[in-house]
């Protein structure tokens, strides 16, 4: 059924900007607080009170249109979105309309069929809401207005993607972007990424658009993915049934699998916009664009491109290894102290992610840090350390955060490369078993493996298996 | 342009204001008697306004991040009609949909 | 002790036997509680303080004394008493803007224009009566009844300040702080024979200051005469990190540039004014057009040159204003919606309590006010109302900008069309918006103007407008001093 039409979807993303203060006022913005402690007469809404814009949030939201590739527009203009909602104080959202600080931008996506460009239409500034708590109290809904003012960007992307894949795609690398630029936490679960869609299902091979609907409420990237899929089977199968698709608002329920109609009348929103008087235009001064232009941090696409030729690294460890700022950073320093990035990789992308994964914790936050790991790798590298010994260390690292070569001395791990010791027992596990012996110094050289593997035992793992197989060679050469 | 009924009864609605019915007319005919002085500012000529008008000098002031908030000299319990643990308390919404309204 | 004169002393004068310790603050304050309980106990009542604490004051009164024995001097307003409009954030007592809405708000922060009266010796001792969100140009808009002019109680005091000049008029203050949207504080001031400023747009916070307009809004000062007036406006002016509107442009002494010239014969020598042709229309009352003509005549003598000039955008004022005002009304009245401060009405819903909480708490006028900036701004009228509104306030501005790009330092007009008219006498909403058809011009440009007593028409007070450049108080208040001095008894006769 579904391959009679095409689904078209433009998403708008809200993104919390990572500010110690709110876009407004001075209230700090940190989440989880006690109700309503970081409020202020500005973001009550208090008669009399003003609105003074945080530097901070012009950066950020800068550096993010920046980094999307988007015309910034030298002259801006915040606006005032009127409606009224109990979690809104002043009745109205400052944000801006019809001149937001910037357009036309593209994230590039890669689904499998080679990379596409997503448009996208628009950066503007704007302030979060409170919250309202349904379900606190029996009659009455909560408010709590420590998230009211905390700075947000719009990111209104173009109607380019054609599948629920492609969503997800440019979802995940949109995230990625902004992780990197460090311009918020990017998380939906705590709110901080927020996406509403806009869909719509059209005759493949139709130009005009469909009519759209906006599904919202989702609350993680697959949750858009399945919403999408779920609007799309249903616009699909009124087309086919030749009934009207009409504009309206749908709220994803991730539980139920399905899309409600919102109650919300159609044309009862009237925001009535226009500019905000309480705050002067926002003008972008050339030297200053110039200066957040030069501290965008290189981004996802080019550090692969760097990794690849830089470390000679395959196309799927170099997706693993920049798939957050912090494991890219974290490989990059491991990989330089160590002087041995294969090793390096190998080591963050298993172990390292293994620990991290049971510790639900990120790279940046790793007690082992990048210098440490270098070492260990360096240890085996020598030959100090063997790749099994070299697993327990790590593991001991990760539980004390002390350094490796430290715990391979405590532990007794460190392996024996001293010839001394290594030809006493050499000697000894000959004399134990002159059979073996006889018949590799006679030429049954497979035996060496066998000789070389009662040493081990008899030092107990720590001889260097390297030294003891040149050793007993060399014995037999000169035999 | 009249304002009609269904004028008054929309814009009482977007502005959260009770109108009675009974003094709708009233209200129609008020607004209409202010309204037809305004008539006169479709014959000005503003031609020469409107291209130049976005051509602001001063950028708004911005704040450092670390400001700092503004202190209150009274608690929030002080004004609010109705407070409980920390929040502010309202009539429950008619229903969870509703909170589709309070997406920005 | 009592201090005899109170009632004709003027701010710096008491301030200065305060600060030589002949007068006490208590004294001051007191003076002024007496005054006011002296007028409030007269048969008709004039309804002008709407919240005083007479202890609150006093104990500021006290606390100022000793603040002024360890520093061995006070400030510039040591000790006088200042009556404050009702919608201006004062600490300790309520802000209310004369609303039900607001009815026992009191708000936790003060206004930075309070702050900084304070920070020279004000002391605040209460709250003024007005036009319910400052919608009104007669203080018959307040939920607490109307203010009735002190010099005639069937009167009006004009408005919204109404509250503020009265109290100025009858003596209980030599200064108030009043706010201009429209004309608020100059067409009280002429109604009741009192001076009053509007800075220029951004001169003076607005932090603080309950936004009825917020392109328009400027707080504004009252006094018994022009160098009071001017003492005020020079304390509260300056940039206000707060207020992202304020103006970091510089404020220079205005009180130092016209008491130079106090001595000299020709004050006005080298400044030119101008006298626009459209505030003078043939219907102009002809009491009011021969005290103006007395008033140029005198400016001439004083040295000034004056000319004929045009303003052609004038009489779109009124239709602008009443679009622009209304809009930027609607957006800021909204949150006054029951949930966080003031009244709130019963509801079982919250759509209820929204509809019952705001159509209780705001009176007619407001009411009235929201519906039509509602309307302006709604999909589908906007483009005809409120854009082309913002545009015709362009050619407004360009108006002032040619004539003072033109040569001319100052404008001299009548304040108002009338004097004050009686209680009750307006009821068209549109006829009483056209007491503000001299005065909003300025709001709409953002330039600075005031109004000062030209003398009497039937017994009844006459202002006389001076309008200068954007941030050229200095010039405005120049010219006033001048014309005041040498208008003398006159500007009361």
Same mark, same amino acid.
């Given at each position: 059924m579904t391959g009679k039409y095409e689904m078209v979807v433009g998403l708008e993303v809200h993104v919390q900007l990572k500010t110690r203060s709110k876009a407004f006022c001075g209230c700090s913005t940190s989440f989880g607080d006690t109700p309503n402690i970081n409020t202020c007469p500005i973001c009550l809404a208090l008669p009399g009170a003003l609105p003074v814009l945080n530097e901070k949030a012009v950066e950020l939201a800068t550096r993010a249109a920046l980094a999307l590739g988007c015309n910034l527009h030298p002259v801006s203009i915040f606006a005032r979105k009127n409606y009224f909602y109990p979690d809104l104080p002043k009745g109205y959202q400052i944000s801006q309309f019809d001149q937001p600080l910037?357009?036309?931008?593209?994230?590039?996506?890669?689904?499998?069929?080679?990379?596409?460009?997503? !448009?996208?239409?628009?950066?503007?500034?704007?302030?979060?809401?409170?919250?309202?708590?349904?379900?606190?109290?029996? /009659?009455?809904?909560?408010?709590?207005?420590?998230?009211? #003012?905390?700075?947000?960007?719009? *990111?209104?992307?173009?109607?380019?993607?054609?599948? @629920?894949?492609?969503?997800?795609?440019?979802?995940?690398?949109?995230?990625?972007?902004?992780?990197?630029?460090?311009?918020?936490?990017?998380?939906?679960?705590?709110?901080?990424?927020?996406?509403?869609?806009?869909?719509?299902?059209?005759?493949?091979?139709?130009?005009?658009?469909?009519?759209?609907?906006?599904?919202?409420?989702?609350?993680?990237?697959? /949750?858009?993915?399945?919403?999408?899929?779920?609007?799309?089977?249903?616009?699909? /199968?009124?087309?086919?049934?030749?009934?009207?698709?009409?504009?309206?608002?749908?709220?994803?329920?991730?539980? &139920? /699998?399905?899309?409600?109609? @919102?109650?919300?009348?159609?044309?009862?929103?009237?925001?009535?916009?226009?500019?905000? =008087?309480?705050?002067?235009?926002? $003008?972008?001064?050339?030297?200053?664009?110039?200066?957040?232009?030069?501290?965008?941090?290189?981004?996802?696409?080019?550090?692969?491109?760097?990794? &690849?030729?830089?470390?000679?690294?395959?196309?799927?460890?170099?997706?693993?290894?920049?798939?957050?700022?912090?494991?890219?950073?974290?490989?990059?320093?491991?990989?330089?102290?160590?002087?041995?990035?294969?090793?390096?990789?190998?080591?963050?992308?298993?172990?390292?992610?293994?620990?991290?994964?049971?510790?639900?914790?990120?790279?940046?936050?790793?007690?082992?840090?990048?210098?440490?790991?270098?070492?260990?790798?360096?240890?085996?590298?020598?030959?100090?350390l063997s790749h099994a010994a070299g697993k327990q260390v790590f593991a001991m690292m990760v539980e004390t955060g002390k350094p490796a070569a430290q715990?391979?001395?405590?532990?007794?791990?460190?392996?024996?490369?001293?010839?001394?010791?290594?030809?006493?027992?050499?000697?000894?596990?000959?004399?134990?078993?002159?059979?073996?012996?006889?018949?590799?110094?006679?030429?049954?050289?497979?035996?060496?493996?066998?000789?070389?593997?009662?040493?081990?035992?008899?030092?107990?793992?720590?001889a260097d298996p390297k030294k003891v197989n040149q050793l007993l060679a060399s014995r037999a050469g000169a035999g | 342009m009249a304002v009609t009924q269904d004028d008054v009864r929309h814009v009482a609605e977007l502005a959260r204001l009770a109108v009675d019915e009974n003094r709708l007319d009233h209200l129609v005919a008020e607004l209409n008697g202010i309204l037809q002085h305004m008539d006169v500012l479709s014959q000005a000529d503003t031609s020469t306004v409107d291209s130049l008008m976005n051509v602001p000098v001063d950028s708004t002031p911005l704040r450092s991040d670390s400001s700092g908030p503004l202190l209150m000299a009274t608690p929030r319990e002080s004004f609010a009609p109705s407070m409980k643990d920390g929040l502010f308390i309202v009539p429950r919404l008619a229903s969870h949909e509703d909170a589709s309204d309070s997406a920005p | 002790m009592t201090i005899p004169d109170y009632t004709t002393l003027?701010?710096?004068?008491?301030?200065?036997? *305060? +600060?030589?310790?002949?007068?006490?603050?208590?004294?001051?304050?007191?003076? @002024?509680?007496?005054?006011?309980?002296?007028?409030?106990?007269?048969?008709?009542?004039?309804?002008?303080?709407?919240?005083?604490?007479?202890?609150?004051?006093?104990?500021?009164?006290?606390?100022?004394?000793?603040?002024?024995?360890? %520093?061995?001097?006070? !400030?510039?307003? %040591?000790?006088?008493?200042?009556?404050?409009?009702?919608?201006?954030?004062?600490?300790?007592?309520?802000?209310?803007?004369?609303?039900?809405?607001?009815?026992?708000?009191?708000?936790?922060?003060?206004?930075?224009?309070?702050?900084?009266?304070?920070?020279?010796?004000? $002391?605040?001792? #209460?709250?003024?009566?007005? +036009?319910?969100?400052?919608?009104?140009?007669?203080?018959?808009?307040?939920?607490?009844?109307?203010?009735?002019?002190?010099?005639?109680?069937?009167?009006? =005091?004009?408005?919204?300040?109404?509250?503020?000049?009265?109290?100025?008029?009858?003596?209980?203050?030599?200064?108030?702080?009043?706010?201009?949207?429209?004309?608020?504080?100059?067409?009280? %001031?002429?109604?009741?024979g009192v001076v009053g400023v509007k800075p220029t747009y951004g001169r003076v916070s607005r932090f603080g200051l309950v936004a009825f307009a917020s392109s328009l809004d400027q707080i504004g000062s009252f006094g018994r005469n022009v160098d009071d007036a001017a003492l005020v406006t020079e304390i509260m002016a300056g940039v206000d990190p707060k207020d992202s509107t304020s103006s970091s442009a510089r404020v220079g002494s205005y009180r130092d540039q016209y008491l130079s010239l106090a001595s000299s014969p020709m004050p006005l020598d080298g400044v030119t004014i101008g006298v626009p042709k459209e505030y003078f229309p043939e219907n102009l009352d002809p009491g009011i057009r021969s005290l103006c003509e007395r008033s140029v005549d005198v400016l001439k003598s004083l040295g000034a040159k004056v000319v004929d000039v045009e303003l052609p955008h004038t009489s779109l004022a009124i239709p602008v204003y009443y679009i622009v005002a209304p809009a930027e009304a609607s957006s800021n009245l909204a949150r006054f919606d029951g949930v966080r401060y003031g009244m709130r009405a019963a509801a079982s819903s919250l759509r209820e309590m929204y509809a019952e909480t705001r159509s209780i708490g705001f009176g007619p006028e407001v009411t009235r006010r929201i519906l039509l900036g509602t309307y302006v701004l709604s999909a589908g009228y906007y483009d005809a109302y409120y854009k082309k509104a913002q545009s015709v306030r362009e050619l407004i501005t360009r108006d002032f900008r040619n004539v003072f790009g033109g040569g001319v330092d100052a404008l001299f007009t009548p304040t108002t069309p009338t004097t004050a008219f009686a209680i009750g006498a307006i009821a068209d909403p549109y006829e009483m918006y056209l007491s503000d058809i001299f005065t909003a011009t300025a709001n709409l440009a953002g330039v600075p103007a005031m109004s000062l007593p030209i003398g009497r028409v039937g017994g009844l007070p006459v202002g006389g407008q001076i309008i200068a450049k954007h941030f050229d108080e200095a010039t405005m208040f120049r010219v006033a001093y001048a014309l005041e001095s040498a208008l003398g008894g006159e500007a009361h006769q």
């Open positions: 910037a357009t036309k931008g593209s994230v590039k996506i890669d689904v499998g069929d080679g990379e596409r460009s997503i !448009g996208v239409t628009r950066v503007h500034m704007e302030e979060d809401a409170g919250k309202s708590l349904h379900d606190r109290y029996p /009659g009455a809904t909560a408010i709590d207005l420590n998230r009211a #003012g905390v700075p947000l960007i719009e *990111i209104v992307s173009e109607p380019d993607m054609r599948s @629920s894949k492609e969503a997800g795609a440019y979802l995940r690398t949109l995230r990625q972007i902004l992780q990197y630029l460090g311009v918020s936490d990017v998380s939906m679960e705590e709110g901080s990424l927020r996406v509403d869609a806009n869909v719509s299902a059209r005759p493949v091979g139709q130009k005009e658009l469909g009519t759209k609907t906006e599904v919202k409420n989702m609350n993680s990237f697959s /949750g858009v993915e399945r919403a999408l899929e779920y609007e799309f089977t249903r616009q699909s /199968g009124m087309l086919d049934r030749g009934e009207k698709i009409s504009q309206q608002t749908l709220l994803w329920d991730a539980n &139920k /699998g399905e899309a409600r109609v @919102s109650r919300t009348k159609e044309g009862s929103h009237d925001y009535r916009y226009f500019p905000e =008087p309480d705050l002067l235009p926002l $003008i972008l001064h050339p030297e200053w664009l110039n200066a957040i232009k030069a501290s965008v941090p290189e981004l996802p696409a080019d550090r692969k491109t760097r990794f &690849k030729d830089e470390y000679k690294l395959g196309p799927e460890d170099i997706d693993k290894l920049t798939a957050t700022p912090a494991i890219a950073d974290y490989f990059e320093s491991t990989a330089r102290d160590s002087q041995n990035p294969k090793a390096a990789a190998n080591w963050v992308m298993g172990e390292g992610q293994a620990a991290l994964n049971i510790s639900r914790k990120s790279f940046d936050e790793f007690p082992v840090r990048p210098a440490d790991l270098a070492q260990l790798i360096k240890l085996i590298g020598d030959g100090l715990i391979a001395h405590d532990s007794g791990l460190l392996q024996v490369g001293d010839d001394s010791a290594l030809d006493g027992w050499i000697d000894e596990v000959l004399m134990e078993h002159p059979d073996e012996g006889k018949r590799y110094f006679a030429g049954e050289k497979k035996l060496q493996g066998v000789l070389v593997g009662f040493v081990m035992k008899k030092s107990s793992g720590k | - | 003027t701010a710096t004068a008491l301030a200065a036997k *305060i +600060d030589s310790g002949s007068v006490s603050p208590t004294e001051a304050v007191d003076a @002024s509680i007496a005054r006011s309980k002296a007028v409030v106990a007269g048969s008709e009542g004039l309804n002008i303080m709407l919240w005083t604490d007479n202890d609150l004051a006093r104990r500021d009164a006290a606390a100022l004394a000793d603040g002024m024995k360890r %520093a061995g001097k006070g !400030g510039r307003l %040591a000790g006088v008493p200042l009556a404050v409009k009702d919608n201006i954030a004062t600490l300790g007592l309520p802000t209310t803007c004369a609303s039900k809405i607001l009815a026992g708000y009191v708000s936790p922060y003060e206004a930075t224009a309070i702050t900084r009266l304070r920070e020279e010796g004000a $002391i605040v001792i #209460g709250k003024t009566n007005m +036009d319910e969100f400052a919608m009104g140009s007669s203080t018959e808009n307040s939920s607490y009844g109307p203010t009735r002019n002190p010099l005639d109680v069937r009167l009006v =005091p004009g408005g919204s300040s109404g509250g503020s000049a009265a109290a100025v008029a009858a003596g209980i203050v030599p200064v108030a702080l009043g706010s201009e949207t429209g004309g608020s504080v100059r067409q009280p %001031a002429a109604f009741c």
